[in-house]
T-cell receptor, first 113, second 114 residues
């Protein structure tokens, strides 16, 4: 079975600073990897996904993530944080032929003015 | 285009009561899911359905039941509510094709059991 581990349940960065949210995965077959964002009192929405094409994936709102097989990682980054980035971020994994998505425990991102 | 609609948004139940959380999607998606979200625990899959008439258990199915009589609707039934079922419930759907499938989520239903 596949799983993801998100390091750091809370991350705080200053406005304009680099955002780095960590995700490591475990899967016996090539995974599909996702980052979802949840704004307060809302459902989750997709930021970006990795599907075995390019290892560097660009998403919405200036976020990107790099798939590193050797490190089993899929960390999410953004060069310059904005106040509107404050939210909870979830890493998730699935595999071809498995219709269930497995989520990490989430990282709450706080932006310091 | 409504997407995934969940009702109610909020509900308070007494221990032992029963209720149904409604979920409807208008995207003709074949796959539908129910997750619960608890602080620090991420999302846990309760039940899912791959099409009308077909449902299966997820990680945490105890205390819940589902049905899928139509493609659009996937209600979640709570029988004999317990405080451990206090949570935020999310319904999601997708159209499964070859490749990575992106879930569309509803806005959530916050349930408190007292």
């Amino acid at each position: 079975a596949q799983s993801v581990t998100q390091l750091g349940s809370h991350v705080s960065v200053s406005e304009g600073a680099l955002v780095l949210l960590r995700c490591n995965y475990s899967s016996s077959v090539p995974p599909y990897l996702f980052w979802y964002v949840q704004y307060p009192n809302q459902g989750l929405q997709l930021l970006l996904k990795y599907t075995s094409a390019a290892t560097l994936v660009k998403g919405i709102n200036g976020f990107e993530a790099e798939f590193k097989k050797s490190e089993t990682s899929f960390h999410l980054t953004k060069p310059s944080a904005h106040m509107s980035d404050a939210a909870e971020y979830f890493c998730a994994v699935s595999v071809f032929g498995n219709e269930k998505l497995t989520f990490g425990t989430g990282t709450r991102l706080t932006i310091i003015p | 285009n409504a997407g995934v609609t969940q009702t109610p948004k909020f509900r308070i139940l007494k221990i032992g009561q029963s209720m149904t959380l409604q979920c409807a999607q208008d995207m003709n998606h074949n796959y539908m899911y129910w997750y619960r979200q608890d602080p620090g625990m991420g999302l846990k899959l309760i039940y899912y359905s791959v099409g009308a008439g077909i449902t299966d258990k997820g990680e945490v199915p105890n205390g819940y039941n589902v049905s899928r009589s139509t493609t659009e609707d996937f209600p979640l039934r709570l029988e004999l509510a317990a405080p451990s079922q206090t949570s935020v419930y999310f319904c999601a759907s997708t159209h499964l094709t070859a490749g990575a499938n992106v879930l569309t989520f509803g806005a959530g239903s916050r349930l408190t059991v007292l």
